[in-house]
């Protein structure tokens, strides 16, 4: 009867542990964007801007509350690119170069700033303040 009580006691613990980890593993996870589901774009419009800019989209998904962009650019490079959904501001860009490749093409993705939002007058409350774009070139 000890026995039984012991191995109930043990599998309480076992169950509350593993409960536990499994728990905090989703307080870690984070959201790379954080726009209020409200105020985002459509992601026809995001499709058209790179259309518009010579990239071929062969997918548009939601990743980490961003829009993630798959496809080609106007020089046949791979690009994988994070772009915030509310601004469609590019947050991270991934380029696979095939060959040489002139980087001078991705400094002006995503929709253009008024100056109060790009000057010195940023602040912890500016929402544009919040991402700091991350470019990978491979």
Known sequence: MKNAIKNISNN???????????LSGTVL???DCTDPVTDWQP???????MEDKGWDVK???????CYEIKGLDRNGHKV????????LRVIELEIKFNGS???SDYLDL???????????KMNSKNKAAKHKAKAIID
Not at 110 to 120: D, K, L, R, T, V
Request: charged share 30%.
């Open 110 to 120: 995503g929709i253009q700033y008024s100056p109060e939002e790009s000057g010195a």
């Open 59 to 65: 997918r548009i998904k939601v990743d980490d509350g």
């Open 80 to 87: 994988e690119a994070k772009f915030s959904p509310a601004s």
């Open 12 to 22: 309480k613990r076992i169950t509350a542990f593993i409960a536990s980890c499994l």
């Open 29 to 31: 996870a984070k959201d």
């Open 43 to 49: 992601k026809e419009q995001l499709r058209q801007i």
């Open 101 to 103: 490749g002139d980087t």
